[in-house]
């Protein structure tokens, strides 16, 4: 299920400039024994598997443990992270069964409105179909603290090719949260291998106070540049201190990214936003500060 959210990721500094985080993880460097500083895997089953056929950093173009022909491949760069179905034979048995095996990101502070995750995944051939669950944990990395389900991907080919997903990070404004990824799927009549690539926490450029003078009143500006590709700046103005949202909506009136959402002190700031994985449209940006509400209509064109 694709969905896109512009990613957010702000944190305020003890001198009150706001300014944005972000990383990108495409596993090159990794090698088959380790992987990323921050990252773990886990088999979650009740019995124990071949480490190899778990998650695991490989380059393009080698053999993969329980496919005869198919080999590695990345979406980007030379490396991915992959998981076979393999994973779901005991190593003391051969009768495939269920897999749990999970792939868990480093530790993300989630500090404003807007923040999302992106990765590129490919999974499953013609034939077989490969299930990859979405979790979040606000605990710690292990599977017992997953208790957020985020959605299931249905794998199903064609072999090889990489589409791009997105998992929004809203609910967890002020809070560290973990994403798993879980290979779950019944390999007695299913499953193939999955590769994951290109994981992201990526490039907001963020709210910038460009006034402390306290203005006259609340403002919205108009967009500039309009219309744009892909960056505009917005220019609002908090006449006293108020729990202040700004929030961009498509032409069906569904929200497509949340900028700002939280207290702001009086001032005039500027938001450069970046529509890099929204499609050309008309867009609605709605500012909200205690009673004052304004809209205003921006053109993407790409």
């Not at 590695?72 to 076979?84: A, D, E, F, I, W």
């Not at 779950?184 to 994981?199: A, E, I, N, P, R």
């Not at 205690?290 to 809209?295: C, E, I, L, S």
């Amino acid at each position: 299920m694709k969905k896109v959210f512009l990613i957010l990721f702000i944190a305020l500094l003890t001198s009150g400039s706001i300014y944005s985080q972000n990383w990108t993880e495409g596993f090159e460097g990794i090698d088959s024994l380790s992987l990323p500083a921050g990252w773990s895997k886990y088999n979650a089953a009740s019995f124990p598997i071949d480490p190899w056929t778990n998650w695991t950093v490989r380059d393009s173009g080698l053999g993969l443990p329980g496919l005869s022909t198919a080999t590695s491949k990345s979406h980007s760069g030379l490396k991915s992270c992959g998981v076979s179905w393999w994973s779901s034979i005991d190593t003391n048995g051969t009768t495939p069964t269920i897999s749990n095996a999970w792939l868990v990101t480093k530790r993300i502070p989630v500090w404003a409105g807007g923040a999302f995750l992106s990765y590129w995944i490919t999974g499953g051939s013609t034939s077989f179909l490969d299930s990859v669950q979405i979790w979040i944990s606000t605990v710690d990395s292990t599977p017992s603290g997953f208790t957020h389900y985020i959605e299931t991907l249905s794998l199903h080919g064609p072999y090889g090719v990489f589409n791009q997903n997105f998992v929004p990070l809203d609910d967890y404004i002020g809070q560290t949260v973990w994403v798993g990824f879980r290979y779950y799927t019944d390999c007695s009549v299913d499953g193939y291998f999955v590769q994951l690539d290109d994981v992201e926490v990526s490039n907001p450029i963020g709210i910038t106070p460009i006034s402390t003078e306290v203005p006259g009143s609340f403002e919205l500006k108009q967009n500039y540049p309009n219309p744009f590709n892909p960056v505009t700046n917005i220019e609002f103005s908090i006449a006293k201190t108020n729990d202040v949202s700004l929030v961009v909506y498509n032409s069906l009136g569904q929200i497509v990214a949340n900028l700002v959402n939280q207290e702001l002190k009086p001032g005039t700031y500027k938001y450069d936003f970046n529509a890099s994985g929204l499609p050309s449209g008309s867009y609605y940006y709605r500012l909200t500060a205690g009673d004052f509400v304004k809209t205003n209509k921006m053109i993407l064109v790409k």
